[in-house]
T-cell receptor, first 116, second 112 residues
Framework: NAGVMQNPRHLVRRRGQEARLRCSPM?????VYWYRQLPEEGLKFMVY????????ESGMPKERFSAEFPKEGPSILRIQQVVRGDSAAYFC??????????????FGEGSRLTVL | GENVEQHPSTLSVQEGDSAVIKCTYS??????FPWYKQELGKGPQLIID???NVGEKKDQRIAVTLNKTAKHFSLHITETQPEDSAVYFC???????????WGAGTKLIIKP
């Protein structure tokens, strides 16, 4: 059973370009979470999605950022018109259940975005 | 809302000694407290968790204790080994808030 797969692992963009980060959850998991991590810092919640639904996007900036988890295919975190402050590691996690207080989150290895 | 504080930010211990990392939380409704280990360049991985109906849980060299009255919980690693070197994160969540609220992390360094 493959783990959570994220790609690309590393992405370099110039200011103003778009970044698309993909996450394929573990098989059988329909709940996906995106987190952002700055160097030497903790994890900041961005968005929680179920198949075809955004459940909670309270941690995601309202402008330039969007996320989706279509019926078929991976979850995508999209950042438009990137700025240097978007440089970070973006982690995706999946779970077979809705509530994180019922069990483990399985994390991918992250996508490291560098904005020049 | 919930706030989780974690100390220390960096911990250096001699190989074979014990390491203790502490977290405090603010929301008395929190009832689930996991600990994750993040190795360099990788995603966090759950190492142990505890629910509010127990005070202590052990798994080989790792243990977690919970004091609900004081609203703090701790990770204990005994007989530390080089492969224990990593960043450790605590977190908390409740039935009413499915989001995990994370501590800022502790960088554990095991000195040979």
């Amino acid at each position: 059973n493959a783990g959570v797969m994220q790609n690309p692992r590393h992405l370099v963009r110039r200011r103003g370009q778009e970044a698309r980060l993909r996450c394929s959850p573990m098989k059988g998991h329909s709940h996906v979470y995106w987190y952002r991590q700055l160097p030497e810092e903790g994890l900041k919640f961005m968005v929680y999605l179920q198949k075809e639904n955004i459940i909670d996007e309270s941690g995601m900036p309202k402008e330039r950022f969007s996320a989706e988890f279509p019926k078929e295919g991976p979850s995508i975190l999209r950042i438009q018109q990137v700025v240097r402050g978007d440089s970070a590691a973006y982690f995706c996690a999946s779970s077979p259940r809705a509530a994180t207080n019922t069990g483990e989150l399985f994390f991918g290895e992250g996508s490291r975005l560098t904005v020049l | 809302g919930e706030n989780v504080e974690q100390h220390p930010s960096t911990l250096s211990v001699q190989e074979g000694d014990s390491a203790v990392i502490k977290c405090t939380y603010s929301d008395s409704a929190s009832n689930y407290f996991p600990w994750y280990k993040q190795e360099l360049g990788k995603g966090p991985q759950l190492i142990i968790d505890i629910r509010s109906n127990v005070g202590e849980k052990k798994d080989q060299r790792i243990a977690v204790t919970l004091n609900k009255t004081a609203k703090h919980f701790s990770l204990h690693i005994t007989e530390t080994q080089p492969e224990d070197s990593a960043v450790y994160f605590c977190a908390a969540s409740s039935n009413s808030n499915y989001q995990l609220i994370w501590g800022a992390g502790t960088k554990l360094i095991i000195k040979p």
